[in-house]
């Protein structure tokens, strides 16, 4: 999906949202109404019906709308902020995170994991805290992110 921070495209694509959901939901209204008579029904009405249909939503979406399209646009806009965040998280960081090898082993000890067995699943204890585990400076692994 292509990223844009500019409130015009949000805009513009929360009213087509809008006005593809509205033509839906009058579709289903426009299917029973039946034209009789000398100037109605046939063969051209049927293949024309639904694109009046799909500017009548249209119409309905630019005249305001239900609210529908301010949603996509507000959600738009967040999905790009937290986007572009994440991208600048990532930069300021060089894309890696540093752990110790001590601090891995004693989270997999907290699992309960001993050398060499996979830690079990125990249920949860109540009363008793464990300090929190200090990672130690020294032997620093380096994990980075696969490119891909």
């Known amino acids: 999906m292509p990223t844009t921070a500019n409130e015009a495209v949000a805009e513009r694509t ?3 949202f ?3 959901f509205l ?14 008579g000398m100037f109605g029904g046939g063969a051209g009405e049927d293949a024309f019906k639904n694109l009046l249909v799909d500017e009548y939503g249209k119409i ?9 399209a301010d949603q996509v646009k507000r959600q738009i ?14 930069q300021n960081t060089g894309g890696s ?6 601090a891995m082993r004693a989270a997999y000890r907290k699992a309960g994991a001993d050398e060499g067995k996979a830690p079990t699943v125990a249920a949860p204890q109540t009363a ?21």
């Open 60 to 68: 309905i979406a630019k005249s305001g709308g239900v609210g529908i």
């Open 128 to 148: 008793t805290a464990e300090p929190p585990v200090e990672a130690a400076p020294q032997a620093a692994v380096k994990v980075q992110k696969l490119k891909g």
């Open 18 to 20: 809008e006005a593809m």
């Open 77 to 90: 806009l967040d999905f790009q902020a937290h986007q572009d965040a994440g991208k600048q998280a990532a």
């Open 14 to 16: 929360g009213r087509e």
């Open 23 to 36: 033509s839906q939901m009058l579709q289903p209204i426009f299917e029973t109404v039946k034209t009789d």
């Open 97 to 102: 995170i540093t752990l110790s090898v001590d």
